[in-house]
């Protein structure tokens, strides 16, 4: 196989390509595909760009995460977030729920704001999914206006926390 260094095959499996035409100006294009072609068996520190989110990603070893920050959603009706999504949320037309995710990992953050300072009048409810929030087996109404926060998943018995305020 040509590997001096004894390593698997899968670690040196390249699907992406480095050009080289001007050394130091040009570019790296990883491997790239929507949510639903994410390889079937990942490797820790996989890197590889989503189209699906347009955002880079890796493998932390239990789950694809975004590099460098959440995907920003505008979210006006009931929603159903996603692990690493910004919800900015406008409840100006009226409360509505957003549900969090019924599988989340250890890490998994979704961040929350109430653009239009309309929590107080009409409520954002975040929908739990089977998992508590702040260890309490209830949905979370959210009454403050201008709040903004992130939840992040513990485990089954911890649940969701509020990361900031």
Known sequence: SGNSNNATPTEFAVVGYITRGNMGTDQMVPPKGTTGQRPAVPILG???YNTTIAAF???????????????????NTTYTAAAFQCCWCKTNGGGF??????????GDTIRFFDCDNTFD?????????????MGDAADMTVTTEGAAFDLVFYDNTSGWRVFTV
């Open 46 to 48: 996989g890197l590889r």
């Open 57 to 75: 990603e890796s493998y932390n070893g239990s789950a694809w995460v975004p590099l460098g920050g959440l995907q920003n959603v505008d979210v």
């Open 97 to 106: 729920t957003v549900t969090l995710p019924g599988s989340p990992n250890k």
């Open 121 to 133: 009048t009409n409520n954002l409810t975040i929908g739990r999914n089977g998992k508590p929030i």
